[in-house]
Nanobody, 121 residues
C-alpha cells in the first residue's frame, strides 16, 4: 500500500505564493510518475502538473510559467511551487502516483486526501 499525504495549502491573496508538499510512503517513490490535480467547487478534477520518474514535466496551459513541479527522491516527497496565484486557482489540490511514462494520462494508482488552496482577490 502506498500512502500520499499533502500539506502546504491555505489562504493567500492574489499574486501570492504557496508550496504544496506530498509525502509518499514506500520504497519505490522514484519509480512513480507523480502528478498534481485540482478540483474547484462544482467542477471536475483537472490535471495540473506531472513529473515523470526521469524528471520530465508537463503542465496544463493555465499554470505554465507560474507553477513548478519537482520531486526529491531521497525524501520521498513531491512538491508544487505555485507563484502569481489567481482566484481561479482556488481548489482542493491532490497528489497522485502512477506507473508508466506517458505524462498526460489521468490514470493513477494512488491518491492523497487533498489540501485546500484558497486565493482571495
Amino acid at each position: 500500500q502506498v500512502l500520499l499525504v499533502e500539506s502546504g495549502g491555505g489562504l493567500v491573496q492574489a499574486g501570492g505564493s504557496l508550496r504544496l508538499s506530498c509525502a509518499v510512503s514506500g520504497r519505490t517513490f522514484s519509480r512513480y510518475r507523480m502528478g498534481w490535480f485540482r478540483q474547484a467547487p462544482g467542477k471536475g478534477r483537472e490535471l495540473v502538473a506531472v513529473i515523470g520518474s526521469g524528471g520530465s514535466t508537463y503542465y496544463t496551459d493555465s499554470v505554465k510559467g507560474r507553477f513548478t513541479i519537482s520531486r526529491d527522491n531521497a525524501k520521498n516527497t513531491l512538491y508544487l511551487q505555485m507563484n502569481s496565484l489567481k482566484p481561479d486557482d482556488t481548489a482542493v489540490y491532490y497528489c497522485a502516483a502512477g506507473s508508466g511514462s506517458y505524462l498526460q494520462t489521468v490514470q493513477y494508482d494512488y491518491w492523497g486526501q487533498g489540501t485546500q488552496v484558497t486565493v482571495s482577490s
